[in-house]
């Protein structure tokens, strides 16, 4: 399994059209390393029959105990499990939504106009702001049967992802989605600072602050009740935020005004650092997609699995940016694979030794010296068609009509085959065009047309 692993990981460093291109024999798009670490059909069957969760154990939808991420098994809470518990994240902290690819026929598949990723399955992500490293991860399932509280399911999201980083000084980021008066005041009381843009119809913003008119661009007004500011912000349009930890207090920023002659940007606090913090976990999702597996698949699960896996060698990476200097640092690139050399070498293979069919030796196939040997099972000849007239003459073939099948077998039969190459061929003409001609279905059949267009004349 960990080779197994280690091909799918290698399978988003080197990225081919078709899962059965990176065992081709061409030599032109040939990847060598797929087949010394295991065959194309055992990879096949592996993914296949891999399965997370006993399937005699589910309980169909229509059952009141249903569990609708059964199919994922306990490897899958396991792994999320192991995000926050081997990592001590930065004081700021953002939520975010992420989205997985997935057409299918799904109960909890949704459609988000807005993203990048129109149809496929939701999930609420906790990301450190400082390094995009993911925290916690919760997948949308549909509408509950159990009521949210009086505050709203909005609400009980943002405590369920919290709450494990309570009383710790934490700062949340978060957009107009989450972000409301009372969520902001109860963290506050967990010792949880939070800031984040809000819908001017929540409950709690003032309608005086609604009311107050802004005429020209980066005109500010506010108001604040306790720890709580609130904060009117005029950009293309009137952006309200609010905040327990910033003020609206006008900083400059690096970005230049091209509006002001190139004069650096002032913004209020509260703006600026919201967009410094709040775009982690687009980062980790940019991080995850730029190696995103290709393998294509019917079942949900197996796709989501994949991406965790992902997820988790992009928090590895991290990890180790984390606890190595700067510029010793790899590239994610050489990151994974290294990760794959170690993956193979812990299983007890090693990169180097072939295990599957090799790619052709076209320059010794030309070159080297080659000898006829016979075919043989114990004192019994064998014969098998020809590498060479076989697949040529087919090709020369006139088209089948509909309904007409292949009555005789193409090319020649031999017992002769090449002791260096180890292929079958006829003595004559096939053993001399094999090892003089590059193409060498293309010569013999130019041969073949030659000799039929003498024998005419």
């Given amino acids: 399994m960990k080779k197994f692993f280690a091909i799918v990981i290698a399978m988003a460093i080197i990225t081919q059209m078709d899962i059965s291109e990176y065992w081709t024999v061409n030599p032109v798009t040939s990847t060598p390393f797929f087949p010394s670490v295991m065959s194309r059909d055992r990879f096949l069957l592996l ?35 192991k995000f926050r518990s081997v990592y001590k994240p930065n004081q700021a902290l953002a939520i975010d939504e992420s989205m997985v690819a997935w057409r299918g026929n799904l ?8 993203k990048p990723v129109k149809y496929g399955l ?35 999201l943002i405590m369920d992802l919290m709450r494990n980083y309570f009383e710790k000084g934490h700062i949340l980021y978060c957009d107009n989605y989450y972000s409301s008066p009372r969520l902001f005041m109860d963290l506050w009381v967990l010792w949880t600072g939070a800031t984040g843009t809000v819908r001017s119809y929540r409950k709690g913003i003032p309608d005086k602050l609604k009311k107050a008119q802004l005429s020209n661009r980066v005109d500010t ?18 952006v309200y935020l609010i905040s327990t930890t910033d003020t609206s207090v006008n900083v400059e920023t690096r970005r230049p005004d091209f509006m002001r002659n190139h004069e650096a940007k002032v913004r209020p606090s509260m703006v600026h650092v919201y967009d410094q913090k709040m775009g982690a976990v687009d980062r980790s999702n940019q991080m995850v997609e730029n190696y995103k597996l290709g393998i294509k698949t019917m079942k949900w699960w197996k796709k989501l699995f994949f991406h965790i896996i992902n997820i988790a060698i992009v928090n590895s990476y991290i ?67 020809c590498i060479v007239c076989g697949p040529a003459e087919r090709e020369m073939l006139p088209p089948l009509r509909p309904g007409e099948k292949r009555k005789r077998r193409c ?44 024998t005419e004349e």
């Fill in 122 to 156: 939701k999930a609420y992500v906790l990301c450190d702001s400082e390094n995009a490293y993911c925290l916690r991860f919760k997948l949308y399932t549909g509408k509950k049967s159990v009521q949210p509280s009086e505050n709203g399911a909005t609400y009980d």
């Fill in 411 to 454: 090319g020649h039969m031999t017992s002769y085959k090449c002791r260096q190459c180890n292929v079958l061929l006829c003595i004559s003409p096939c053993f001399e065009i094999y090892h003089t001609k590059q193409e060498f279905l293309l010569a013999y059949k130019r041969s073949r047309l030659s000799s039929n267009s003498s």
């Fill in 47 to 81: 993914l296949a029959f891999l399965h997370l969760n006993d399937n005699d154990k589910y309980i169909p939808r229509e059952v009141e105990d249903h569990e609708p991420l059964f199919k994922l098994g306990p490897l899958y809470h396991r792994i999320l499990t």
């Fill in 319 to 385: 990890l180790y940016k984390e606890n190595c200097s700067f510029n010793n640092a790899m590239v994610q690139r050489h990151f994974r694979r290294k990760l794959v050399e170690q993956l193979i070498q812990s299983s007890g293979g090693s990169i180097s030794t072939p295990l599957g069919r090799p790619a052709p030796r076209v320059l010794e196939r030309l070159t080297g010296r080659h000898f006829l040997d016979k075919l043989m099972e114990g004192e019994k000849p064998l014969h098998r068609q």
């Fill in 107 to 114: 109960s909890f598949r949704v459609y988000s106009p807005d």
């Fill in 221 to 238: 007004a506010t108001m604040s009740y306790g720890p709580l500011s609130c904060l009117k912000y005029l950009d293309a349009k009137a």
